[in-house]
Structure formats: C-alpha cells, structure tokens
C-alpha cells in the first residue's frame, strides 16, 4: 500500500523533529485520530503519553466556551425566541417545525462565516417586501402578517442567541462566531511548548479560517493538507476549489511558500465502474464483489473500505455480506427510524392522529394489530386480543373502531384501554403509554434472553424520556402532529451504535466518515446524481444572489466538498470499484453522477478504468402449468363434494381453470375477509339480490298488476336500509361512497320495477318463486357414487303463460354470452358461463316439475334497458326436452372429467 496521508504527517514530523507526545492535534473528525494514534504508535515503536487529538468542532468549542445543543433543544429555543418577538400571528409549533430547521441553518451559516447580523437579515426583509404579491399601496392585514416574520428575523436571532449563551449552549455556527470573539484570550492560555497541528481540512468555514490563520501566525502551529498536485493546478477542477481559494487568499501563504502537494491520483490502478439495476441490486453485486476479494489476492480487510454514499442502504448491505469476510467496523450508526420496532410506535401515533369523533378509523387500527410487536403483546397475554379484534373489524365490516364496539375481558383491559382509550387524552398520554408498552415488551424479551431486541427497547426508552423531558420544558401545550414531528426527528438522529474493533476487519462507513483514511481497495455504492454529489437542493431562505454577495455557500460549494472526498478516498487506491444506480429515480437521486463521467472521459486515467453494466440474466421462458394429480385423499374430497351437490358455479369455475376449482371449491379458500371502506362488487350484487327477494316476496303465487308492482317503489328506502345494515352492519349510509353507492341500487330497483310495470301493459305476468333451491341427482352408470346438481334460481315466473328462470347480474352482460351454435363451446370457452349456469337452472326446474319447455335469461342491471338477455340455441329462445337432453350430455362429460382419477387437473392459461 502506498504510504497514507496520516503515516505521511507522522514521518514528516519526526523529519523536522517535532516532539509527538508535545502536539496537539486538530482533525476534521473524532475518527481519524483514532487512526492517527495507531500510525504514531507503528512510528515511534516505545510508549509514550499520547498526544492530544482534537476534532475541529471539539477544539471551537472548547476555545468558545459553548456546548453543542442538540437540533430539539435548538428549535425548541428558537420557537420560543420566536413566540417572544413582534409577531402577532403566531404558528403553532407543527406549523414552526415545518420552517424552523430552515432558519435555524440559514442562522447557522450566516453566523459560520461571520457576516454582520444586522445587515444581512435587514437585505432579505427588504427583499421580502419587494416580493411580496400584493400591489397595492396600503398593505392588507394578510401582508402585513407574511411581512413580520421577515421583519423580525433579527430581533429573533438577537433573543435566541443570547438565550443560548446565558445557558453555555450554542450550535455550529455561533460557536464558531463566539470562538473568534475569544481567540487572543484562549491562545493566551496554551501552553507555550505545545505544538498545535491541523490536519487535513478541505471546505472551512470563514470562522474556521479565521481562527486557523491565527494560530498559524501567532503560535507554534502547523497545517497538513491533503490534496493532490492534479486537483490543485486545475483551475476549473472543484476537489481542489477550497484549497487553491485558501492559498490565493491566505496571508500566511503571500509571505511563505505554498502549499505542499501530493502526486499519488495519477499512479497506476484499477478502477472498475458498474452500472446496477436498482439499490437493492447494488447491495446483492458488492456482496458478490466482497466474496470474489476475500479470494483474490487482494488487500488485507483492514485495508479494504466500504463506503456507502446512500446511507439508507445499511441494512440490506448488511445482510449482503458474503459469509467469508469474518470481521467487519460499521463506523456508522443505524437510525432507529429504520427499525420495525420504530414502525409499531409510528402505527400507533397515527392511530392516534386517525381517531375522530367517530372513533378510530379502521385502517391504522389493522396496521397497529399486524406488526409484530402488537402480536408479541398480545401472544403474552391470555386474551389474543389482536387476533379477535381484527376479525371482528372484518366480519362486522367497522370502518370506525369505537370502544363501545370493543369486547373488554380483564386480561386485556390494561393493553387495549391504553391503546384505544375511550377519552380524548393529551399528547403526553401517548409518551406515557408507550413508555408503559416498552416495559411490557422488555419483561417478554428478558424471558427469551433476546439481547438484540433489549438493545433496541433500551433505545426507544431513552428516545421518549428525552421527549418527555422537552414536553415538561415546554411552556405551551404541543398537538399531537408537533409530537409526531418531534418523535420522528429524533427517531432520524438517534441511532443504534455498532460495537466492534475500529482499526480491524472491513471497514464499512459514509462518505464523511472516510475524511483523512485511505485504503488500498475501496468500493463506493449509489454514485449517482442527487446523492454523490447531492446536487441543487437549497433549503435556505436566503436567495442565491444574496449568498453570493455575502460569501455564504451555495450549492456548487455544497457539491464541491463531496467531489473533494470522492476524489480525496480513489487517490491513493489501488482497486477501485464503483457502482451506480442505472435507472433513473427522482426520489432516490438521478442518473449516473457527473463524477463518474469526469472519470470516464478523463484522458490520463483511461488505461487504468473498465465500465460495464451489470444485470441479471434474462431468460424468457414459458412458466410450467401447474399439475395436480388426483391421489387417494383428493378422489375422496371430489366423491364428498360431488355427493353434497356440483353448483352451476363450482362447475364453471372448472371450466374456466381445473386449479380455481380445485382452490376455491375442494380447499374452500376463498378470499380474505377485508373490511370495505368501498363496497365490493360482490358485496354489491348480494345487497341488490336480497332487496329483489324482499320488496317482490309479498307477491309471490300472485299475478301481478301495474298496481301492485308501482306500489313496490315505496317500500325501498326501508328496504335498502335493511339489507345494508344486515350485510354491512359497521357503515354508515348517510355519509361518504356509501351515499353514492345507496343511490345506485335505489335507482336499479326503479328501473326494474319501472320496467316490469311497462311490460304489465300488454302482457300478463305471474310470480312463482324467489331464491328457490333445487337439488337433482344425477344418473350417470360410469360413477359408483352419488353425484348431485344443485342450485338457487333467483326468480321464476309466468310470462304471457310461459314458464320463465331469471337469474339476476350487477356486472356486463351481452347477447353472445347466452347464445349456444356450437354446444362443444360450452365446455371450452368460459365465455359461456352464464348460458351453462342457465342451462343448469332450467335443467333442474324441468327435472323437478316435467315441464316441456321454458324460457331461460339473465337481467343485467348495467344494461337493463335492453331487457331480458335469453338463452338462444339457433335462435330459438325455448328451452325443450331435447335440448336439455343434450345439456345432459355435455354435463355428465363435465362431471365424469372431474371425477376421474386419471384425469391430472392442469392450470388453464389465460
């Protein structure tokens, strides 16, 4: 490996015979001096003090006198800087957490870079007022209310800091400006002997400038800086943008040399750049790429570093790892937002935001009661409350869960009260009952001895005691959102450390974890516009030019700081692998990044770099069908099934495909039972079905007259209210779809009846049945078992003394569907279905009363206006003996292929 950067800084110390153990040592992260001890340890070979190692942020802080606060307790003060100042209209705290962050960083930089307060937030006041929509010359009250905030940023600031001083808290940016402000008096105070040493810095601040540039001319300081002669001498290249603008503008380098470069980017190596379908993808390919390494002879573990620039993909990375890397540093933490157990409180504080005074909406309940922490509580408890409670919300279809509707038994009391209490409760109740469910999970883990689950509940405790803590500082009383917005900030902040050796085994990290180490091998994920380098995001209040003027960063320095570490982490290398999402995502960062096009095209590394694409072999290839043979245990359940009765339906369902019969009808496995916020079609016809059978089941055995079936019309509404509660007994039908939905099965019982009291006009009309039920064995000699038909013919009536069979259909019908030329169609084309099922019918009414013919059809309430759609043979709409003689046929053929042993049932393909 080529010497590191760190090991260079050691030996050129001891070269100008710097004492180490005097130093102290100022570092852009905690990280790398930890690293930096490691290469001073290898130098000296003897024990000795170790010297101190500062990180930057430490350092400032140290010489400011300020403690970094924490993002919360930050926007918690500024909301109340801000509910202080001159601003009448004030925004709830939700509504401030929206904007907040962004002042706060706005406030951050401006401080940063040291640009005078007042002068700055007056210019952007007065761009504001410039802006704004209104022309008019008097102002209205909803303008004014817009120009305050702006109007006030300054008073705010002022409140907001000096809150921060007086409590010896600060962020970044002020401890950077109150750094400055003390830098004599704290350089006063080192040791003189004490030789302070910068290393390896990129992108400073101008208050990190500053107080650089002080040490470096008035102490005993040194400054190390790492960037290659190939970035420095390029005037358009932006790895070397901040390091050239320091030794253009430095007073320290005017007056002595210049900086001192490095010559390692253009030696010889290997860099292999991969475009991979997909994040997931990328994950499976580097563990691929991990497994082919630890086989090669390639660089030793430590000395091969993992970088991810899409952090998110820690997890799946995690579980990419080939088997054969045995030790491995995860220098970064995973965020317990990405956590199933973060999931089970997220369900349950949107359980919470859902409750009305309805009670609480079906849909967050479902999802609190199918994670499986839920289901982990209620396994421990003698009352499976969870199971019970979700069937019950599907069988008696609640959209609202209200805890009137709730089975209490006293062995759920104390988890179900808590979970949906029966009273409005504060925000802190949700804290308090969270805080009460971990307790619970931890006494269930603690039996199983699980560490791993105990680590993460440990977590999550601490999180909402630190919630609860800001709660009680809280002079104001916090809606749920603003509790919701809270717990998920500081569920993204918060993280669950890895333990592990920090300077052994592969070393997996995010990008600004790698500043200062370099590595012999180096693999680099998610290279991709939007995400390496991030591109132009600016959440700033401070427009463009403004930034410009004032020297504060805008998106091009942004970008120019991860090129610099890109450029910084290949540059002494030796393997270098790059992937690169290949398919565009606006979510999750663009096409491939302009850092790997400048490699691309970059004339000097064009020997040393493959590209290629990587994807997954594609093979069309016709999926097998799906064979069942009929064994023993099957040929019983069909001989079962036969014997109970072979339904009009159940015979086209083999029709259509021998597998949904097999599934649906011999396994019985129908579909879940869902709750229908929007009602099913089935739902649908069963509703419109049994209000037929309701309103015409008076007039059953009666002619029937204009008179009688007119008079039907006022008895719809009770009907239809009826059936709905009897079928869908959790809605409510005077509110949302179910209004809609109610109107359209009034409307179609209208038109029916309408359309029957029109054809009463000259023609007669005589009701014999409704929802009658038939059942006729079949005589089929090949089978030595019973074999039934049954079925459930909807209505039956006498028109103009003509027997006729109705079955009624909510869904499309057309003429085609119920016409017969060829009768071997009628056991291949599914398209027959309802012409078999009519056959059916009238093949059980004529077996059961010896009618010599009748007249079979379908009403389809989408095209009632057509009338009856009638069975057709060569068309001829009556329905004879012979023709049911050559149904009997077709049928026994049906019946005899689905009861045959020898017969494999195969999947149909549509």
């Known amino acids: 490996m080529a010497q590191s950067f760190l090991e260079y800084v050691v030996d050129d110390l001891n070269k100008k015979e710097v004492n180490l153990a005097e130093c102290s040592f100022v570092l852009p992260s905690k990280r790398s001096g930890i690293f930096l001890k490691k290469h001073i340890a290898a130098k000296l070979g003897k024990t000795i003090f170790s010297p101190k190692i500062w990180s930057i942020q430490d350092f400032i802080a140290d010489q400011a006198g300020l403690h970094p606060a924490t993002n919360i307790d930050l926007l918690l003060e500024l909301y109340n800087a801000y509910r202080k100042s001159k601003v009448t209209q004030l925004d709830d705290f939700s509504s401030f957490l929206k904007w907040g962050n962004t002042l706060l960083q706005d406030y951050n930089e401006i401080d940063s870079h040291l640009i005078p307060v007042h002068n700055i937030l007056n210019y952007i006041s007065a761009i504001k007022e410039l802006d704004h929509w209104s022309v008019k010359k008097q102002k209205t009250e909803l303008v004014q209310n817009y120009l305050q905030l702006w109007g ?48 390896g810095f990129n992108a400073l601040s101008s208050a990190e400038e500053k107080i650089i540039q002080y040490f470096l001319e008035s102490q005993n300081a040194l400054i190390y800086w790492d960037i290659d002669s190939y970035f420095l001498n390029d005037p358009v290249h932006d790895a070397g943008l901040f390091i050239r603008k320091y030794q253009r503008e430095w007073p320290y380098y005017k007056n002595r040399e210049s900086i001192k470069t490095h010559d390692h980017f253009r030696s010889p190596k290997k860099i292999t750049i991969t475009g991979v379908p997909k994040n997931i993808s990328q994950t499976k390919y580097v563990g691929k790429l991990l497994q082919h390494i630890q086989t090669k002879p390639f660089s030793a573990p430590e000395n091969t570093a993992l970088v991810l620039a899409d952090e998110s993909l820690l997890s799946p990375m995690l579980q990419a790892i080939p088997t054969n890397v045995e030790k491995a540093n995860i220098t970064m933490g995973l965020p317990l937002k990405e956590t199933v157990l973060y999931s089970f409180f997220h369900d349950f504080l949107e359980l919470r935001l859902a409750v009305s005074n309805r009670g609480y909406f079906y849909k967050p309940v479902l999802e609190l009661l199918a994670n499986p922490y839920c ?13 019970v409670l979700t069937d019950q919300i599907k069988q008696k279809n609640w959209i609202y869960v209200s805890t009137d509707n709730l089975i209490h038994h006293e062995e759920e009391n104390d988890i179900i009260t808590q979970i949906l209490p029966k009273d409005k409760v504060p925000p802190a109740h949700w804290i308090d009952t969270c805080i009460n469910l971990i307790e619970k999970l931890r006494n269930i883990f603690q039996s199983e001895s699980n560490a791993l689950e105990l680590e993460r509940l440990y977590r999550f405790y601490t999180l909402f005691n630190q919630l609860r803590q800001y ?41 600004l974890e790698s500043r200062n180490l370099d590595f012999d091998t180096v693999i680099i994920t998610s290279v ?5 380098p991030s591109g132009k995001s600016n959440n700033s209040f401070v427009p463009f030019d403004v930034k410009r003027d004032y020297g504060l960063p ?6 120019a700081i991860f090129v610099y570490h890109f450029y910084r982490l290949i540059q002494r290398a030796k393997n270098i692998f790059i992937t690169y999402n290949t398919e565009p995502d606006v979510l999750e960062g663009g096409e491939m990044s302009r850092l790997v096009s400048q490699l691309l095209t970059d004339s000097n590394l064009e020997s040393y770099i493959t590209h290629n694409i990587a994807s997954p072999p594609v093979k069309l290839q016709e999926a097998p069908r799906l064979h069942i043979e009929k064994t023993g245990l099957l040929i ?25 019969f097999y599934t649906r009808n011999i396994l019985r496995i129908n579909d ?31 002619m029937l007259t204009i008179e009688k079936i007119t008079g039907l019309n006022a008895n719809i509404d009770g009907t239809l209210r009826t059936n709905f509660q009897r079928t869908l007994p959790g809605i409510d039908i005077t509110k949302g779809q179910y209004v809609l939905v109610y109107n359209v099965i009034a409307k179609y019982l209208q038109n029916f009846i309408l359309l029957e009291a029109h054809q009463l006009k000259n023609n007669s009309l005589k009701l014999i049945a409704l929802e009658k ?40 019908v057309e003429a085609r569907h119920v016409a017969i030329k060829d009768w071997e169609e009628l056991l291949a084309n599914y398209d027959k279905s309802k012409a078999f099922q009519l056959l059916c019918y009238a093949y059980l009414y004529m077996k059961e009363h010896q009618n010599k013919e009748l007249q079979a059809g379908i009403y389809a309430f989408k095209t009632l206006g057509k009338g009856l759609f009638s069975f057709k043979e060569q068309n001829s709409s009556l329905i004879t003996s012979d023709t049911l003689l050559t149904f009997e046929k077709y049928l026994e053929q049906l019946v005899l292929e689905i009861c045959d042993a020898r017969v494999t049932l195969v999947e149909k393909q549509d």
């Open 152 to 199: 006030n940023l300054e008073s705010i600031y002022e409140l907001f800091s000096a809150t921060l001083k007086k409590q010896g808290n600060g962020y970044p940016g002020l401890i950077q400006r109150t750094a400055v402000e003390n830098i004599s008096q704290y350089a006063g105070n080192l040791e003189d002997n004490k030789q302070l040493v910068f290393v």
């Open 375 to 387: 289901k982990t509580l209620s396994n421990n408890q003698k009352y499976d409350f969870a199971q």
């Open 471 to 511: 709660l009680s500082q809280m002079d104001f009383e916090p809606n749920m959102k603003s509790i919701k917005n809270l717990f998920k900030q500081l569920a993204s902040m918060e993280t669950l450390d890895f333990i592990g050796e920090p300077l052994t085994g592969l070393q997996i990290m995010g990008v």
């Open 528 to 532: 991709n516009e939007g995400i390496l």
């Open 554 to 559: 805008t998106y091009k320095e942004k970008d």
């Open 636 to 660: 019983e359940e069909i001989k079962s099934f036969a014997a109970k009765g072979f339904s009009p339906t159940s015979l086209t369902n083999y029709i259509k495909n021998p597998i949904e």
């Open 672 to 702: 879940l039972d869902e709750v229908e916020e929007n009602i099913a079609a089935n739902t649908f016809g069963t509703i419109l079905h049994n209000c037929l059978e309701d309103l015409y089941a008076p007039l059953v055995g009666q």
């Open 773 to 812: 039920k038939y059942s006729v064995p079949l005589e089929i000699p090949q089978l030595d078992f019973p074999v039934v038909l049954k079925g459930t013919l909807d209505r039956i009536d006498e028109y103009n003394g003509i027997t006729r069979i109705i079955d009624f259909k909510t869904g499309r």
